[in-house]
């Protein structure tokens, strides 16, 4: 069971896939630990409603990765690969993150080391750059 003060994606998942079945932030109320202590306790997950909201859109929410036939270039990670994806695609930093169930700053970290590696400066050159090494395919129409 955790009790804690961090309810980002980057404490959440990584309590849960370490055998957490319990998990609440400091404002939750007396009879909402009572409450989970005893889910968990009788072989029950204690999970706050907002965590679970999150561990759903989590799990069924696409998992981008780029295209099967494309080699992950530059030294990029499979992660950052997924974000120079997700940015050929238009979005934004939030909803990378939302997307990808990471914290923005988790966003903006993958966005600089993808540019590091790549020399890339902007956005716009991260979107030619991946249609230029096949991460990204236009529609067809």
Excluded: C
Excluded at 24 to 45: N, P, Q, Y
Excluded at 54 to 60: A, C, D, I, V, Y
């Amino acid at each position: 069971m955790v009790l804690t003060t961090y309810a980002d994606d980057d404490s959440l998942f990584p309590a849960l896939k370490a055998g957490a079945r319990g998990y609440l932030t400091k404002d939750a109320g007396g009879d909402e630990i009572v409450r989970a202590v005893h889910s968990v306790l009788s072989g029950d997950a204690g999970l706050s409603p907002s965590v679970q909201r999150r561990l759903l859109e989590r799990l069924s929410a696409p998992e981008p990765v780029p295209a099967e036939s494309a080699v992950v270039p530059d030294g990029l990670t499979t992660r950052e690969a997924e974000v120079l994806v997700l940015i050929a695609e238009g979005l934004s930093n939030q909803e990378i993150a939302r997307t990808l169930s990471v914290s923005t700053a988790t966003v903006k970290t993958h966005i600089n080391n993808l540019f590091a590696k790549t020399g890339l400066k902007d956005r716009a050159q991260a979107v030619r750059y991946a249609y230029a090494k096949g991460l990204v395919r236009p529609p067809v129409r």
